[in-house]
């Protein structure tokens, strides 16, 4: 009796997962793309349409599904909240319409209603970095802050879903740990930001900036009691905007900061 040859079971195939990532470069502008790469590949790839002469800051993903269609739909609704921004180097949409062409459309506003998908304009997250430096400092091992709380980086307090948690003081951590953390963070406040500022996408980058600074200082709560200051930079008065955040109790308390932040307000034209 002849046996029937065991057919080999096939390998099963990884089931894929779909990527919508923003590419941030050094100056500001950032790419929005899509991708169903991961592990190495993925880390070491920022666009097949990425421009060469700018330099790579960081990538976030922001959107991921098991649907290729529904991943590049959003795609397309990301590029196209982002149509105006200046610092957005797509031109070539996901559905193959060139984006100057869409600028001839009637204006149009795209908003999501989870505000964490709504990025902010022209942010240039590197220079925000370089500036909390200064004024948060930056330590690359665990510590324990003015407060007494487990503290590293730029200011990041450490929480139970850290993989720090827990760890002795005076543990290394890494540079490229510390920016993760920073971005992670960031996001936060500028989400934050948002609560206080519902013009916030729209405001120019030097006032974006310094509002997510003071908001990473004082917290969304705290900031949300300047009133005046608000108003005025609702209003793109500068000047009286900076007239009012030197006159708080902030700004007698961070003495220097206040100072150079109000300063960059002003001079806002």
Same mark, same amino acid.
């Given at each position: ?84 921004? #200046? ?18 459309? #009637? ?52 929480? #139970? ?42 405001? #120019? ?65």
């Amino acid at each position: 009796m002849m046996m029937k040859p065991m057919k080999k079971k096939k390998p099963k195939l990884t089931e894929k997962v779909y990527k919508v990532y923003v590419t941030h470069y050094t100056d500001g502008f950032f790419y929005i793309g899509f991708t169903s790469k991961s592990g190495k590949s993925l880390e070491s790839y920022f666009g097949s349409n990425t421009i060469k002469d700018k330099l790579v800051d960081h990538k976030e993903i922001v959107f991921t599904s098991k649907s290729k269609a529904t991943a590049k739909l959003f795609e397309l609704l990301l590029q196209l909240s982002m149509l105006d921004s #200046p610092k957005c180097v797509n031109d070539m949409l996901n559905v193959r319409v060139r984006a100057s062409h869409m600028r001839d459309l #009637p204006k149009f506003n795209i908003m999501f209603k989870e505000s964490k998908y709504n990025l902010p304009i022209n942010m240039n997250k590197s220079k925000l970095r370089e500036q909390l430096k200064i004024d948060e400092g930056v330590r690359y091992e665990i510590y324990n802050d003015h407060l007494g709380y487990a503290t590293f980086g730029i200011g990041h307090l450490v929480t #139970p879903s850290d993989e720090e948690y827990g760890q002795k003081l005076g543990t290394p951590v890494s540079e490229t740990r510390v920016n993760e953390v920073f971005d992670n963070d960031i996001e936060k406040y500028i989400n934050e930001s948002k609560k206080v500022f519902d013009n916030f996408n729209e405001l #120019p980058d030097e006032a974006q900036q310094v509002i997510v600074n003071m908001c990473f200082n004082l917290g969304s709560t705290r900031l949300s009691k300047f009133k005046k200051f608000i108003s005025a930079i609702k209003k793109e008065d500068w000047k009286t905007a900076s007239a009012e955040m030197l006159d708080s109790k902030w700004a007698t308390q961070v003495g220097d900061r206040a100072k150079r932040l109000s300063e960059r307000i002003k001079n806002i034209s």
